[in-house]
Structure formats: structure tokens, C-alpha cells
């Protein structure tokens, strides 16, 4: 996160261990968009927003802070009903997944990016010519066959670090 910070971005939230404590910096931030502000249409969901899962068990109260994060890679329908997250640690590995908005372990979005100063242009020289942009985003749901070492072994083929 703080490597891809642009110029004038703020942070939407400090380096955390736990989701609860991320959604409490973006509430902080003013940032949090619980499912019902989604739901009720007065948040649109946006690609690069963060999204909270509950990962709890029912009958285990031990596990009721157990969250998981994702990053909206696409998001499709007549009202957003349907988008896709891009997230780590998805048994062990990456992995792109499709979702439905009304999904009942929905806890809400965080919006991001966040730039409190207006951004004028910013210019990153990147010779994309060579790239075949479906290797490095897959167009499909990944399911859990990739691993990150397949990700960083396309970046690597193609950027040399």
C-alpha cells in the first residue's frame, strides 16, 4: 500500500494484523461505506475499493472479529449487484472471485483511493508494447489454482524485478 501511494494520497489506513483494526481507521477517515449505504444506493462501489468479508462461524462467538480483505477488481449489473475482488490468503494463495452485493457476509467497502489534493497529471514511463495485458490480470475468475509465485513470475518476466 504505501509503495503505491500517489502524489498527494493519503493513506485510507495505518499497516494493521487485523481487518476489524483497518475498518476502524477508515471509519476514523470517513471512509467506511457499511453494506447498508450500498444496498440503499447511496454509495457506489468503485474498482480499487476495499471490501470487508465476515469470516465469522455461527455458534462461535471466539471467531466473531474473524475478517477477510479484498481490493473490487470489477464491478458489473444494472445497480453494481454483481462485482468481482481480487484478494491474498484465499487458501494460501491469491485469487480473483466473482460476488453478489446483497451476499450476506458483506460488512461493507472502504472507499480508496483517497487524494487530498488535487493531482494535475502524473506521468509514469512504462513501455506496455511488449505486454500482453491478460497476463497480467487474468480475465476470469482465478479460482485457487495460482499462487502468488505465478504472479510475481509474470511481473518478473515482464518488468525484471
Same mark, same amino acid.
Given at each position: 500500500m504505501l509503495n503505491s501511494l500517489l502524489p498527494g494520497e493519503e493513506k485510507p489506513h495505518e499497516c494493521r494484523l487485523g481487518v476489524v483494526e483497518i475498518v476502524a481507521d477508515l471509519e476514523s477517515k470517513g471512509l467506511w461505506k457499511p453494506i447498508k449505504d450500498v444496498l440503499d444506493l447511496s454509495y457506489t462501489i468503485k474498482v480499487g475499493d476495499l471490501i470487508?468479508? &465476515?469470516?465469522?462461524?455461527?455458534?462461535?462467538?471466539?471467531?466473531?472479529?474473524?475478517?477477510?480483505i479484498g481490493r473490487v477488481y470489477e464491478v458489473s449489473g444494472d445497480d453494481y449487484e454483481e462485482?468481482?475482488? !481480487?484478494s491474498g490468503n484465499s487458501g494460501g494463495k491469491w485469487k480473483i472471485s466473482t460476488h453478489k452485493i446483497k451476499?450476506?457476509? *458483506?460488512?461493507?467497502?472502504?472507499?480508496?483511493?483517497? !487524494?487530498?489534493?488535487?493531482?494535475?497529471? !502524473?506521468?509514469v514511463a512504462v513501455?506496455?508494447?511488449? !505486454?500482453? *495485458?491478460? &497476463?497480467?490480470?487474468?480475465?476470469?475468475?482465478?479460482?485457487?489454482?495460482? #499462487? #502468488?509465485?505465478d504472479f510475481y513470475s509474470v511481473y518478473k518476466k515482464h518488468f525484471g524485478k
Open positions: 470487508i468479508f &465476515d469470516r465469522s462461524q455461527p455458534g462461535k462467538p471466539e471467531t466473531s472479529w474473524w475478517r477477510h462485482f468481482k475482488c !481480487i451476499q450476506k457476509n *458483506l460488512l461493507g467497502f472502504g472507499k480508496y483511493p483517497f !487524494i487530498s489534493e488535487p493531482v494535475e497529471k !502524473i506521468t513501455d506496455w508494447s511488449h !505486454i500482453d *495485458l491478460k &497476463d497480467l490480470a487474468p480475465m476470469h475468475d482465478t479460482g485457487s489454482d495460482l #499462487s #502468488s509465485d
